[in-house]
């Protein structure tokens, strides 16, 4: 059995104490003498000593551990903020816990919850409209946070996410010129999420400043019945009017390509708009234009906001707004 060293294990081996140990794993080498520097780096080589985040924690008053709360970690767009975050917390020598809430308050609840009881010194969330309670609880125990892709409007806090309502304006603007005339809009509820206020809000607007109406349906999640949205279609869709159908949820739009595929429409006559899913938009037949977020930036953005307010390089809330591209492909070509 592989013997598990502890701090005062090394501490009697390098012939120092313990204090020591603690200043060394945390960076603070100005308290020591570079033998003594010496001498604790070989003694951790030797064992491979792997000292406790929590333990470290207790020492430091700082354990380097973030904490993330993701809506829906499945997605492509999640995936790209992770490992944003993870880029720019490696840097800077920080570890990243992740919580998939699904959206759920519950989740949210118990995540936020076993991440303070860790120590983490700061927090990376996809708030919900049930976020609320818990931003007062991570205020009262003087923990920094950030917020991305979403917002909680009457909340003073540190954000970064993307031009939302700007993207998708732009994009029906530009598809009304490409000849649309019937306009379809399935979404989830709008109402958990201030990023899909914003995408059917964007949506809405461009519509009503053409003088165009749409037809809408609300789905619940990805085990969403297809039927449903097949009957949906079959109702609102003439084969002979040009119509575009936008699907601004990750987890909608595939769920909305595989029923207008059944149905056999044919595009752009009967064009489909999504949101990010670059992994297979371009692969599919027909190809699927959608607006792509810079989610990669957005998740090393927030990480650098957090990281500067922990480190005490500005504590005033800061917020940024990336922009989105789109991504032309055949089903709204023509």
Not at 169 to 198: M, N, W
């Amino acid at each position: 059995m592989v013997r598990k060293f502890t701090i005062k294990d090394i501490a009697e081996m390098a012939q120092t104490s313990k204090t020591t140990i603690s200043f060394y794993l945390n960076g603070k080498y100005e308290k020591m003498s570079q033998e003594t520097r010496e001498r604790i780096e070989k003694v951790i080589q030797e064992t491979n000593y792997k000292p406790s985040i929590v333990a470290r924690g207790l020492n430091s008053k700082q354990t380097n551990l973030i904490g993330v709360l993701i809506g829906d970690i499945t997605n492509s767009f999640s995936n790209q903020i992770v490992k944003g975050i993870e880029d720019i917390a490696n840097q800077n020598g920080y570890q990243v816990i992740i919580g998939n809430s699904n959206y759920e308050q519950e989740s949210e609840d118990s995540y936020i919850e076993s991440m303070l009881l860790l120590g983490v010194d700061g927090f990376i969330i996809q708030p919900t409209s049930n976020f609320r309670k818990y931003s007062r609880i991570i205020e009262e125990k003087k923990k920094h946070m950030v917020f991305f892709d979403s917002q909680l409007y009457e909340h003073r806090t540190s954000w970064v996410k993307t031009n939302n309502y700007d993207a998708v304006y732009d994009v029906t603007q530009a598809c009304i010129k490409k000849g649309y005339e019937k306009f379809i809009l399935i979404t989830a509820d709008t109402s958990r999420l201030s990023t899909r206020i914003e995408r059917a809000t964007g949506f809405i607007d461009a519509l009503a400043d053409a003088n165009h109406t749409y037809s809408s349906l609300t789905i619940e999640d990805e085990h969403t019945n297809l039927e449903r949205i097949k009957q949906f279609l079959q109702k609102e869709i003439q084969p002979e009017q040009r119509t575009l159908v936008f699907a601004p949820n990750c987890w909608a739009l595939p769920l909305v390509f595989k029923t207008m595929k059944e149905l056999d429409y044919t595009a752009p006559q009967v064009g489909l708009l999504g949101f990010d899913n670059t992994e297979w938009t371009g692969l599919s037949s027909p190809s699927i234009t959608t607006i792509v977020q810079p989610a990669f930036e957005e998740g090393q953005q927030a990480t650098k906001i957090l990281i500067d307010q922990i480190e005490g390089r500005h504590q005033e809330e800061k917020q940024q707004v990336l922009d989105c591209s789109v991504n032309w492909q055949e089903s709204t070509m023509g």
